[in-house]
């Protein structure tokens, strides 16, 4: 990871916050977990900049985000490839050509499936979405366990957050997911899922609902 070549890049797109997320990069640069985990916030911010967006990087929640005077806040979660993916992909190849393989999920591997893990991070990022603002859930992921499944993620999220009555749960107001490295051509060329909670105090209104929605490559 070359943290020069990242951070021009983000330079010249037009980011802002570059001063403390760099110092963050270097003060890391002997952690590769963590350096690729801060990489995934620039690689966000990057999709969101080349959407039109204005972004600025922050320490929490990760990613300050403008678009034609409207500002909401993105936190960003990297999803590593998992055990099951390559399971996954050991059985496609060992099938035969004219053979269909039922692609298993991470349930039996990590005892929970993929979109209740997408939950359980929504849940434990409580505390960082802001009061009396719009927020986002980003999943970078290099895992297809968990493509299409945002929408499953999103209406488990919304019945557990009214179930719990924790109106800091119920700030959030929708996940996206970015599979990187993978497009599919449904219906479009896209690597980028998005999918609204309901309850809210703060809705998104129709022009960040539509803009978020329009992203579909990351």
């Given at each position: 990871?070359?943290?020069?070549?990242?951070?021009?890049?983000?330079?010249?797109?037009?980011?802002?916050?570059?001063?403390q997320y760099e110092t963050r990069l270097r003060n890391n640069a002997d952690n590769p977990?963590?350096?690729?985990?801060?990489?995934?916030?620039?690689?966000?911010?990057?999709?969101?900049?080349?959407?039109?967006?204005?972004?600025?990087?922050?320490e929490s929640p990760d990613l300050q985000l403008g678009l034609h005077g409207d500002v909401l806040y993105a936190e960003v979660k990297r999803f590593?490839?998992?055990?099951?993916?390559?399971?996954?992909?050991?059985?496609?190849?060992?099938?035969?050509?004219?053979f269909l393989v039922?692609?298993?999920?991470?349930t039996e591997t990590e005892g929970k499936t993929a979109w209740e893990q997408m939950v359980d991070v929504a849940i434990r990022k409580a505390p960082v979405y802001v009061e009396g603002a719009a927020n986002i859930l980003v999943f970078e992921s290099d895992s297809e366990c968990l493509d299409l499944k945002v929408s499953s993620a999103v209406h488990e999220?919304?019945?557990?957050?009214?179930?719990?009555?924790?109106?800091?749960?119920?700030?959030?107001n929708g996940m996206m997911l970015v599979n990187r490295g993978r497009i599919s051509g449904r219906p479009i060329p896209s690597n980028v899922e998005f999918c609204q909670t309901q309850h809210t105090p703060?809705?998104?209104?129709?022009?960040?609902a539509a803009a978020l929605g329009s992203i579909v490559i990351g």
């Open positions: 990871m070359d943290i020069d070549a990242h951070i021009a890049q983000l330079r010249d797109a037009g980011a802002g916050g570059l001063d977990e963590k350096l690729a985990n801060l990489f995934c916030e620039g690689l966000a911010a990057l999709m969101f900049l080349r959407n039109r967006w204005q972004v600025t990087l922050r590593c490839e998992k055990k099951q993916d390559r399971l996954n992909d050991r059985a496609m190849k060992e099938a035969p050509d004219d039922l692609l298993d999920d991470p999220y919304d019945d557990r957050a009214l179930a719990s009555g924790d109106l800091w749960l119920r700030r959030l703060v809705p998104l209104n129709k022009r960040l």
